[in-house]
């Protein structure tokens, strides 16, 4: 059985001598580099305590295992670990009374909970954890009431309460029966499928009473809800979602009374836009709520946070500027803040509620996990390009809402906030260290229009011995390259001897809505025009060398490569994850199937669209050496995408068979990204060993893989 947590095996701190204390820095060692500790989320304690939740790979890298440490907010004492069982530990929230609440599928000493089933358990001070509530369906924390009452989420098999769903799991487990009864769409979303649960609210009183406060949803209604519960436990605002004409949904904001389950539509989702991410204020009379309007073949979706007085009155828009939203929580003393992507890094923005006006608490990095305390300062995870997650402690003064505005948002660059205290970072595991190259902004006008990205240049690299570039493109197409990524970490190809590029082009975050629109309908080609203009500009560098190339990328990235390879010869590698091949097919078939269809429509509407923008449609023009890597589980861009660009590959090349420079790496278990340790470190191996053979002339990778 796991060993229970308790305050005394917190006791030992981690040795600061330690590599996870002093940072990682051997970018050749792939394994080592996927077992660094990585931070996920942060907690704020009314006694001024800190918490994080850390994963790490297990001994046979088949799962990332979560825990939660202790953190100095002091930035003076190391961390000190706090749970230690195999299922891991997440969701770290503070109880009033200061006791840790935290989601676990652990062992039940006392078999209360569900074997193998997440259940809210209890840290005291001092003891060992408990089990606060379970349910048949799991309970995932959400929040946290200032009477200890809590709202969860779990799922409930169709047809059925609550009180009756362990039986009917049993029985339907017993007769091994996986049949879904579909009434209409959405019936996947990114890796599991929808309408065999019901996704339920549930109020959790600090006794672990359960109380079902949406009995009569059906399978759609929650699947995707963000909810919150008031301070006074009173009310719950949740995201609502309806089925439409069209196999459409719409998103409201519903408010249910916790006592009388009594419901009422606060803001009313329609065919121009959708309500989502509620969120109350901290004395309960304002919430904040993202506002964004529905796609369309001219206009992407722009997202605006709004502030709603609960007792009525006129919402507040926040100016945001070129912003793109994040995380939002509310402070103690009722500021409104947003993390969110800026100008190729990120900032934390503070929102004066009363007016929308906006200043800057801190810039230069993307922020994430924010955790106002109750003396007003704010604990955050803190990353970008060149450095992993940092859990950072912003002071009081920073954050409190009677500073005065700062200048524009819609600047080239983000402006340093003033500072009246200090910002500490807090020691914990996961510190990287020394980078095996050099980090460069670069940019270069394209008909007026600054495109930039970043630059990571090996530390060999010079004139006299050049370095290989690889070109990255990011998914989306909504995303920007501005912080560490585990899954797409440009130093191992830098320690490999690769320099990469990875810009930010059109459609991409942080730029405004302008930024958001520009490419819209995702045209790959304005996309690769803005990236080689950037790309051809760095390899005029004499250190960098442009007859040894490779592109890559996932996702919308993973289209770009299918569509690159069917356009131009230029790279000597293409390597494509997750890639869109052919739209017709994968717009009815992904999970986001109707604002698909909706933006770019039936391809006889469009078919001039289609016909130069999907892939497929150049299959036979491809003579670039591609990987193709996918995940089975993969609902986003579903693994038939890879299959027909396969067999497409395949049956169109003209030699013998052994001579066929394409592969096909399938992830069997994985989903749209590659999470599983061992399976990443296969992946790595692979592309990077793709690209060696391709563009260095480095030995062919075997027919079976050695990893």
């Known amino acids: 059985m796991p060993r229970p947590a308790t305050h005394q095996e917190a006791a030992a701190p981690v040795d600061p001598a330690e590599p996870s204390s002093t940072g990682f820095s051997d970018f050749s060692d792939i394994d080592g580099f996927l077992r660094i500790p990585r931070l996920t989320s942060l907690a704020a304690g009314p006694d001024g305590r800190a918490v994080a939740a850390i994963q790490e790979a297990d001994e046979h890298g088949a799962k990332l295992v979560s825990s939660l440490w202790e953190l100095d907010p002091e930035g003076e004492r190391a961390a000190r670990r706090l749970t230690f069982s195999a299922q891991g530990e997440s969701s770290p929230h503070f109880a009033p009374d200061g006791s840790l609440l935290f989601s676990s599928a652990r062992a039940d000493p006392c078999g209360d909970a569900e074997e193998d089933t997440s259940a809210i358990w209890r840290l005291p001070r001092t003891g060992e954890a408990e089990v606060v509530a379970s349910a048949p369906g799991g309970l995932a924390l959400l929040s946290v009431a200032d009477d200890g009452t809590m709202l969860a989420a779990t799922s409930v098999l169709p047809g059925g309460p609550l009180e009756d769903d362990a039986e009917r799991r049993k029985a339907r487990e017993d007769a091994k029966q996986t049949t879904i009864w579909h009434t209409g769409m959405p019936i996947r979303q990114w890796d599991h499928e929808i309408g065999d649960s019901s996704r339920r609210l549930v109020l959790v009183s600090p006794g672990g009473d359960l109380t079902d406060l949406t009995p009569d949803v059906g399978t759609v209604t929650l699947y995707a809800a963000s909810a919150d519960l008031s301070p006074d436990g009173a009310t719950v605002a949740t995201s609502w979602t309806q089925r439409v004409r069209g196999g459409e949904t719409r998103s409201s904001i519903v408010l249910i009374d916790t006592a009388t389950l009594r419901r009422v539509v606060l803001l009313q989702g329609d065919d121009e836009t959708q309500y989502d991410s509620p969120l109350f204020s901290r004395d309960g009379r304002r919430l904040a709520v993202t506002r964004s309007t ?99 402690r912003i002071a009081a003064a920073d954050v409190a809402s009677q500073r005065p505005a700062d200048a524009d948002l819609s600047t080239g660059t983000a402006q340093e906030p003033p500072t009246s205290g200090p910002t500490r970072e807090m020691p914990a595991p996961g510190a990287v260290a020394a980078l095996p190259g050099t980090l460069e ?250 690209c060696d053979q391709h563009v260095l002339g480095g030995d062919p990778v075997p027919e079976v893989l050695p990893w």
């Open 294 to 392: 529905a796609s369309s073949p001219t206009d992407t979706s722009y997202s605006r946070l709004a502030i709603h007085p609960i007792g009525g009155g006129a919402p507040v828009t926040a100016q945001l500027g070129d912003l793109s939203i994040g995380e939002v929580e509310w402070a103690e003393d009722g500021t409104l803040l947003v993390s969110g992507d800026l100008h190729s890094s990120g900032a934390i923005l503070a929102i004066d509620p009363a007016t929308g006006t906006a200043r800057t608490v801190a810039a230069d990095g993307v922020f994430s996990a924010l955790a106002p305390a109750a003396d007003g300062s704010l604990l955050a995870l803190r990353s970008d390009i060149g450095s992993a997650a940092r859990p950072l």
């Open 441 to 690: 902004w670069v940019t270069t006008d394209v008909d007026g229009i600054s495109v930039g990205g970043w630059l990571c240049v090996p530390a060999s690299a010079s004139a006299t011995s050049p370095a290989p570039a690889m070109l990255w493109i990011h998914g989306g197409p909504h995303g920007s390259y501005n912080a560490w990524s585990w899954r797409w970490c440009p130093w191992l190809a830098v320690e490999r001897g690769y320099a990469v590029l990875m810009p930010d082009p059109a459609m991409s975050t942080g730029y405004g809505d302008a930024g958001l629109n520009r490419g819209w309908p995702r045209r790959p080609d304005v996309v690769f025009d803005e990236c080689e203009r950037l790309f051809d500009a760095v390899l005029a560098r004499p250190e960098l060398d442009g007859t040894r190339t490779a592109m890559l990328g996932a996702s919308f990235g993973g289209f770009m490569a299918n569509w690159i390879a069917g356009h131009t010869d230029r790279f000597d590698a293409i390597v494509t994850h997750a890639g869109l091949w052919a739209l017709e097919q994968q717009h009815r078939t992904t999970d986001a199937a109707a604002s698909k269809m909706r933006v770019h429509r039936h391809e006889d509407e469009d078919p001039d669209w289609y016909r130069a923008f999907s892939p497929h449609r150049a299959a036979a023009a491809i003579t670039t050496p591609m990987l193709i890597t996918h995940g089975n589980r993969d609902y986003r861009v579903p693994i038939s995408e890879a299959l027909r660009l396969w067999w497409d590959l395949v049956s169109g090349w003209d030699g013998p068979p052994q001579t066929m420079p394409h592969r096909f790496l399938q992830l069997t278990s994985e989903s749209h990204w590659v999470l599983t340790p061992s399976n990443a470190l296969a992946w790595n191996r692979a592309v990077l060993a793709f």
